[in-house]
């Protein structure tokens, strides 16, 4: 038999108590075209073969059916909900068995009030003073500000993680469209500096390599893994002005060598009308007297010695030809 329809009231997830009140049985609610992400929420569909984010900002949605009033998304969860970059290993937990599974769902709550049990969320509970809570614009879902989910990160991340992360947030426009920052590198100090943090020690490292200039994950990688070499920091974004108008911004650069590097992401290679721009951008810089090095994912992986090999030669070459 075909199960009755829900009300067009119900959104995609919604809780057993609002579909209660709208005249929907119990026995509806236990029909096999609902799943149960959480105790108390049915969703209209199958859980999805996602990974990651995507899973990460389902779950997200679909417990704000049945989040208290004082509850909010932390950790993980509260930094994908930012939308910062993260390491995939964050996306998984070893279980009772030493498996690898999904990391439940962060829910946190400010003390004195109890961290969820519920199934599927992991509950933290954070100490007044210790958290600032934000309502995120875009899927309006509360979450720790995104300079106290900086400094909460501490005991999940490595150094260089916690820049690229803490870089995303404090990003500042550079092209026409771009948002505001999400945060200021005052706001992560105080956010550090607000109590005892775990992670202190990575956390203080890391702000001190935290840059409002880098539109990316893979940016502020090529950054450090330049400084790790021993060479000079890079400029980030350096514009490149031609008659008082800016006709380039260079990922990461050398000015006075006038030695570039730019990132190369998948969509450069699989993007015809992209990759031609690249090519007249290039030759444009080349003609402007520029050495433009252009960086992969590999580059910084399984070839970074490589890597570092040419950006050191051509940084040395520019300097002895001055």
Known sequence: MRAASLPADLPESFSVGAALQLGVSRRRLRAADLSSPF????????????????????????????????????????????????????????????????????????????????????????????????????SGLRATSPATTWAMMGTLLQRDDLVAHGDAFVREPMRSGDPPALATTAELTAALEAGRRRGAVTLREALSLVRTRSRSRKETETRLVLMAAGLPEPSLNWPVVVEGRVVALIDLAYPERKVGFEYEGEQHLTDPRQWARDIRRNEMLADLGWRIIRVTASDLAEHRVQFVERARAAVTARSRAR
């Not at 679909?62 to 939308?83: D, I, K, N, T």
């Not at 400010?110 to 049990?117: N, Q, Y």
């Open 39 to 138: 105790s108390g929420v049915r969703t209209r569909s199958a859980p999805p073969d996602d990974a990651f984010e995507a899973s990460v900002r389902r779950r997200s949605a679909e417990y704000a059916a049945r989040m208290r009033e004082c509850e909010f998304l932390c950790l993980v969860a509260a930094v994908v909900a930012w939308g910062a970059p993260l390491p995939s290993s964050v996306f998984r937990i070893r279980d009772g068995s030493n498996r690898l599974v999904e990391r439940p769902l962060d829910v946190g709550v400010l003390l004195p009030s109890r961290a969820s049990r519920a199934r599927g969320v992991r509950g933290t509970s954070i100490a007044a003073g210790m958290g600032g809570v934000r309502t995120e614009p875009v």
